[in-house]
């Protein structure tokens, strides 16, 4: 997937896989994740969902990695922030209390990024990739995550070898991760999905072993 993809995406207004609202599951699973106090949450390919808010709220640090300008500048903007824009490596970053955007590829994130990683979490993000890109995905978080970090993973399945979305099932899910994490499925949940077709919803606890 070219990046030129997902720019003509956010410069065109075609985000329908942005939420309004807090992810339910997000909300519904996270205790799952913690029981113990509050650290760092990394959001990869994180555009501008409002569930960065809701982690920051819970009293954790956040950092998002998006690749579109135009998304980090409305994701501050929706809330009336003015940000100043720093330059790091090939990123540019923006950072107010204690959440901090960086702009850029995914794949160049710094290594110092992941220094203090608790948790990930992953809502659109491994399924906005293609097949070869998600192997890519999950090798570098299973390289570069610190020893006993959790990831919450939220994933579509439907009938189409089609995307983005791409359907990831959980034997996907398990081929990916289970070299590293042990992987739980917490719920699944069926919905009406674009252009009426069912799809399965589903959470993941991927737990480091
Ligand atoms: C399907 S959206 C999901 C966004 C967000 N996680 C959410 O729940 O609304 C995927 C996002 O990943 C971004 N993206 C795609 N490839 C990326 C990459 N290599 N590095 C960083 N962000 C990327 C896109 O610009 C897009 O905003």
Same mark, same amino acid.
């Given at each position: 997937? $070219? ?28 205790? $799952? ?10 959001? +990869? ?8 808010? #809701? ?20 994701? &501050? ?24 955007? #960086? ?15 608790? #948790? ?9 990739? +293609?097949?070869?890109?998600? $192997? $890519? ?8 995550? +610190? ?10 399945? &439907? ?51």
């Amino acid at each position: 997937m $070219q990046s030129e993809f997902w720019h003509e995406r956010w410069q065109t207004g075609r985000i329908g896989f942005h939420l309004d609202r807090v992810n339910p599951f997000l909300q519904n699973y996270w205790s $799952q994740m913690t029981t113990s106090g509050k650290g760092q949450v990394l959001v +990869p390919l994180c555009g501008k969902s409002l569930d960065m808010l #809701w982690l920051r709220e819970q009293g954790h640090d956040v950092i998002g990695v998006e690749l579109s300008e135009l998304a980090c500048n409305e994701f &501050f903007s929706a809330q009336g922030v003015d940000v100043s824009v720093a330059c790091n490596a090939d990123f540019s970053v923006r950072e107010v209390d204690g959440l901090a955007l #960086w702009c850029g590829d995914f794949f160049k994130l710094p290594e110092s990024c992941y220094d203090n990683v608790n #948790w990930v979490y992953d809502r659109a993000a491994l399924i906005a990739l +293609p097949a070869e890109m998600r $192997q $890519q995905y999950a090798a570098e978080l299973k390289l570069k995550l +610190p020893t006993g970090v959790s990831v919450l993973l939220v994933t579509l399945e &439907f009938e189409s070898a089609e995307g983005p979305p791409f359907s990831v099932s959980e034997t996907e899910v398990r081929a990916l991760y289970e070299g590293r994490f042990s992987v739980k499925r917490l719920a699944a949940e069926q919905m009406e999905g674009r252009g009426g077709r069912q799809e399965i919803e589903s959470v993941y606890l991927l737990r480091d072993r």
